[in-house]
C-alpha cells in the first residue's frame, strides 16, 4: 500500500520538542518529504532526504526514519512554527506521488 | 530566483472545462518534472498529476485521468492543466509545483494557487 497516515492533530508547548510521524509501508524503501503549510498560504517544503533541510529553513527542524514510519521533529517550537505539516512519498511504481493526510500543530 | 505563478482559475459549471496556468522564472522548465497539487477547502492536499516537457510519460491521480491533461509551451516556460468534464467535487485551490532534480517528490517550490470552483 502507498498510504500515509499522520496524527490529525498534536500541540506542543513553546519552547518544547514535538515529534509528528507520518506512517506507511512505502516508507520502508523510500524516504519521505516534509512541507509545512500556514492558513492562507502555499506549502514550503521543511525537510527532504529523510534528514535534509533547504536553504532557510531553521535548524530546528529535523528528519528521521524507522521502519516504516518517518518523524519531523521540532526542537525549541517557536509560535510560528504552529500550522499543517503534510508528509509526502512516492508510491511502488514511482508514477506517483502520496501525501498524508495532514497535522495540525498547536504551539501552546 | 525560482518562482511559480498560477492563473486562470475560477467559477465553472458541472461538466465545464477550464485551463490553470502555471507561469515558471529562474529556472529551465525542460530539466524539471512539474507537479499539480489540489487542495479542496479545508481539506488537505491531494497529488494531481506530474508532467515533465522533456517527453516523459505524464502520470495522473485515478480521481482525475481521462479527464484532466496537461500541456506546454517551453518558449513561455508555462504549464498548462486542461480540465474537463469538472464535478463539485474537483472544487480545491490547484498549486504547482517544482519536483526536485535529486527526487522527483521532493516539491522544493509550489505557486500560489488557484482557486478552481466547480458550482451551477
Known amino acids: 500500500s502507498s498510504e500515509l497516515t499522520q496524527d490529525p492533530a498534536v500541540s506542543v508547548a513553546l519552547g518544547q520538542t514535538v515529534r509528528i510521524i507520518c506512517q506507511g509501508d512505502?516508507?520502508?524503501?523510500?524516504?519521505a518529504s516534509w512541507y509545512q503549510q500556514k492558513p492562507g498560504q502555499a506549502p514550503v517544503l521543511v525537510i527532504y532526504?529523510?534528514?535534509n533541510r533547504p536553504s532557510g529553513i531553521p535548524d530546528r527542524f529535523s528528519g528521521s526514519r524507522s521502519g516504516n514510519t518517518a518523524s519531523l521533529t521540532i526542537t525549541g517550537a517557536q509560535a510560528e512554527d504552529e500550522a499543517d505539516y503534510y508528509c509526502?512519498?512516492?508510491?511502488?511504481?514511482?508514477?506517483?506521488?502520496?501525501f498524508g493526510g495532514g497535522t495540525k500543530l498547536t504551539v501552546l | 530566483e525560482v518562482q511559480l505563478v498560477e492563473s486562470g482559475g475560477g467559477l465553472v459549471q458541472p461538466g465545464g472545462s477550464l485551463r490553470v496556468s502555471c507561469a515558471a522564472s529562474?529556472?529551465?522548465?525542460?530539466?524539471?518534472?512539474i507537479h499539480w497539487v489540489r487542495q479542496a477547502p479545508g481539506k488537505g492536499l491531494v497529488w494531481v498529476s506530474r508532467?515533465?516537457?522533456?517527453?516523459?510519460?505524464?502520470t495522473y491521480a485515478d480521481s482525475v485521468k481521462g479527464r484532466f491533461t496537461i500541456s506546454s509551451d517551453n518558449a513561455k516556460n508555462t504549464v498548462f492543466l486542461h480540465m474537463d468534464s469538472l464535478r463539485a467535487e474537483d472544487t480545491a485551490v490547484y498549486f504547482c509545483?517544482?519536483?526536485?532534480?535529486?527526487?522527483?517528490?521532493?516539491?522544493?517550490?509550489w505557486g500560489q494557487g488557484s482557486l478552481v470552483t466547480v458550482s451551477s
Open positions: 509545483a517544482r519536483g526536485a532534480q535529486t527526487a522527483t517528490y521532493y516539491l522544493d517550490y
Open positions: 529562474g529556472f529551465t522548465l525542460s530539466n524539471y518534472w
Open positions: 508532467f515533465h516537457s522533456g517527453g516523459s510519460p505524464t
Open positions: 512505502i516508507l520502508r524503501s523510500y524516504y
Open positions: 532526504a529523510e534528514n
Open positions: 509526502n512519498s512516492r508510491d511502488s511504481s514511482g508514477d506517483h506521488v502520496v
